[in-house]
């Protein structure tokens, strides 16, 4: 990057701000973004692309790359808007699902430079971006390139987790034009894990991926005081078994075991923790309040799983369905699924979280539960009606949700 280029931008910027300042984001774009990615030495027309999708659960204006090779995400603002913390904080865990480790956030006033994985964001104003040239460098299409010539799995890896709903969906459709659509859900579910399984395979950053060790690295495990507390061998092998035999929701079922075992080793001693966190029958006594169906079984194993696009992240769990699938929305509330509006439903039609324990159609819902942020969760239902909502919420986070132990058994 060239010093007085980006002098220049600077004085020709503040110049027209002063003047005219953008009225829209797409003014923003076109009359301060696209001439900083110009000085930075990309051309918006040929190594840009504008996603109509979210990746990795961020919405972003460009997708920035070098021979197919995503490079750079860029997020805008209008120029009279302020930057959003939330979305933020979807950019930095949107890279570091991809891979991607360079990003722009910006209204035109301000700018958040993301130069690498890790680190909090390097923030400059308009007119002290000269101050910011080394994180601006960093963002520059020959240091970007540079850092891409050595050919890596990683990068590979990179290009997998940004195209992955397309390359799942191609897969798809070609089992279905040499199969039929009559097992399409069921093909687009396992080309999305074939594709998720490459993507794990070639991220050799990663010691999950490789299958060795470091299996538990950055999950989170939250079960409450009624979790599951330790069965015997034979009974976690019977399940374990059991779990194995549902299409739409097995997983690797070792990992899924240590996983349930170490988590009911551990359940003395986070109770009260788990006591904390767990959401709130909308009810007047928690044990009338719950339905009349799978959520009054106290005695089962319920545990949801949570993958990105690099692996499994974390776990939640407890011996009803219904609750289960309130301690998911907790722990998917933490990591996306803040940012949606209520009432939010389901892609069946149903309203899943409200601001009040109520329908679309003004009617109450049959069981609730609230949680930690005053959202209500509509519980009722099925165990497999619960189970498809909690793979809804996950995915609304940008995430996907595995569902193992007695969910398979109450949904057959």
């Not at 390359?167 to 034009?177: E, G, K, R, V």
């Not at 034979?234 to 097995?250: I, T, V, Y």
């Not at 909690?390 to 595995?402: H, T």
Request: with cysteine; hydrophobic share 35%.
């Amino acid at each position: 990057m060239d010093r007085t280029d980006l002098r220049s931008f600077v004085g020709r910027s503040r110049a027209l701000v002063e003047a005219a300042p953008p009225t829209s984001a797409a003014e923003t774009r076109a009359w301060l973004v696209e001439p900083l990615l110009e000085t930075l030495g990309w051309d918006v027309h040929a190594d840009a692309r504008r996603p109509d999708d979210p990746v990795a659960g961020v919405r972003l204006e460009y997708l920035l790359a070098v021979e197919s090779t995503p490079a750079v995400f860029v997020a805008i603002e209008s120029f009279a808007d302020t930057l959003d913390a939330e979305r933020a904080r979807r950019l930095q865990t949107a890279m570091d699902r991809t891979g991607v480790d360079g990003a722009i956030y910006t209204n035109g006033r301000h700018w958040l430079l993301f130069a690498g994985p890790d680190g909090d964001p390097l923030e400059c104003r308009l007119p002290s971006l000269l101050e910011c040239d080394d994180a601006l460098d960093s963002l520059s299409k020959a240091s970007v390139r540079r850092r891409l010539e050595q050919h890596s799995r990683r990068l590979v890896a990179r290009r997998l987790a940004v195209d992955r709903a397309t390359l799942a969906n191609s897969i798809a459709d070609d089992l279905a034009t040499v199969a039929g659509d009559a097992y399409s859900d069921e093909f687009r579910t396992a080309a999305g894990r074939f594709v998720d399984g490459l993507v794990e395979s070639l991220a050799d950053d990663s010691p999950r991926a490789a299958g060795t060790g470091g299996e538990t690295d950055g999950r989170t495990l939250e079960f409450d005081h009624r979790s599951v507390t330790g069965r015997p061998d034979d009974e976690n092998d019977r399940r374990e078994l059991a779990s194995r035999s549902d299409d739409s929701r097995s997983g690797p079922p070792a990992e899924t075991k240590r996983e349930t075992e170490s988590a009911a080793s551990t359940t003395s001693s986070t109770a009260d923790a788990g006591r904390s966190r767990r959401p709130r029958d909308s009810t007047s006594d928690e044990s009338a309040g719950a339905d009349d169906g799978p959520d009054t079984d106290e005695d089962g194993e319920y545990v949801v799983r949570f993958f990105n696009d690099r692996g499994s992240i974390g776990a939640v769990g407890h011996s009803s369905p219904g609750s289960a699938m309130a301690h998911a929305a907790e722990y998917l509330l933490e990591r996306g699924l803040s940012g949606i509006r209520v009432p939010w439903q389901s892609n069946d039609g149903v309203v899943v979280l409200n601001d009040e324990p109520v329908r679309a159609d003004g009617t109450p819902m049959p069981s609730s539960r609230e949680l930690s942020n005053g959202w209500h969760l509509d519980t009722s239902g099925t165990s497999d009606e619960q189970a498809t909502r909690v793979v809804a919420m996950a995915e609304r986070a940008g995430l996907r949700a595995m569902l193992t132990g007695d969910w398979s058994a109450t949904t057959d």
